[in-house]
């Protein structure tokens, strides 16, 4: 959306927040209170996950849109709810007051209503993460591949948040390990589909540095990793047949006897997507990734 204001109104600040994105940072709150149906129970729950959607996001995403304003002025796809708002820079000069009363005042709530301060340093350390990531000087987003870390700790941050919200122990090192390289995959894979822009800004991500035939071999290394998670640690045949047929599906994509595949990649795409949400009603009450 091209704003034609200065002045920021709410379907722009919800479109800066990727809503089609919240299903993340909500799943990695949800996450460790798997099998715990006590929580339901508990105010602070609802206030937390009410924080991991637009105010989190809004904080990760309106960031990223603030440093990253001349490379998204080449991101066709920009102006809806998944890819973001094409937002002015007067726009987007209005947004760190929104965010952080966004953020702060259910911190507040939750710290009043817990006594547990802690979950704010793990607040804390998602803020500090996204510095990291945008700002200068460090502004790992475009220092590749510290990005990768950088974000995988950075969200990690979200998950213990919410065990300290809702008093449930950290997840397995198999659960741990298994997020840890979905979360590298994903970045690898948007750092993918925009190498190009990227690249034409001066914006170093690993996709650039290594090259996009380098990044997708990258990127499939990181499914073998997460089959052997999912077999040797998280003991799954439904997560560990899946992720092999994705490496089937990478590998015929990248063939030219399979071209026409490529055809079919949205739809398998948004297959895939379907597959992984319905299996999380099922994984979350049976603690399979906890």
């Known amino acids: ?14 479109m800066l927040s990727r809503p089609g994105l919240w299903f993340l940072t909500v799943w990695l709150y949800l996450w460790p209170t798997g099998g715990h149906w ?11 996950l009410l924080l991991s959607t637009l105010p989190f996001n809004l904080l990760m995403f309106g960031m990223n849109d603030m440093v990253d304003f001349d490379v998204d002025q080449l991101h066709v796809r920009k102006g809806n709810y998944t890819w973001g708002a094409r ?3 007067s726009e987007l000069g209005q947004l760190p007051p929104l965010m952080a009363f966004s953020v702060l005042c259910p911190v507040i709530i939750i710290i009043a209503a817990t006594g547990r301060v802690r979950s704010a340093i793990w607040v804390l350390g998602f803020f500090l993460s996204n510095i990291l990531y945008n700002v200068p000087p460090a502004v790992l987003s475009r220092k590749g591949p510290w990005e990768i870390p950088c974000m995988v700790l950075g969200l990690s941050c979200i998950t213990m948040f919410a065990c300290e919200v809702n008093n449930v122990p950290s997840p397995s090192i198999g659960g741990w390990m298994f997020h840890w390289l979905a979360i590298a995959r ?6 993918v589909i925009d190498i190009d822009d990227d690249a034409q800004v001066g914006k170093n ?6 090259g996009k035939l380098r990044a997708q071999q990258l990127m ?7 089959i052997l998670v999912c077999y040797a640690q998280l003991a799954s045949v439904y997560l560990t047949t899946y992720y092999v047929l994705d490496v089937l599906v990478q590998v015929c994509s990248a063939s030219k006897r399979w071209g026409r ?3 079919y990649k949205l739809a398998i795409f948004r297959v895939q997507t379907i597959l992984r949400v319905v299996y999380l009603f099922y994984a979350w009450p049976n603690r399979v990734l906890a």
Do not use: H
């Open 87 to 89: 937002a002015s820079k």
């Open 220 to 226: 499939l290394a990181l499914t073998v990793c997460e």
């Open 1 to 14: 959306m091209t704003a034609s204001t200065n002045s920021l109104d709410w379907r722009t600040i919800l």
């Open 261 to 263: 595949i490529q055809e």
């Open 205 to 210: 991500t690993t996709a650039v540095k290594f």
């Open 186 to 191: 994903g970045q690898l894979y948007g750092e």
């Open 38 to 48: 006590y929580v339901f129970k508990t105010f602070p729950f609802y206030v937390g």
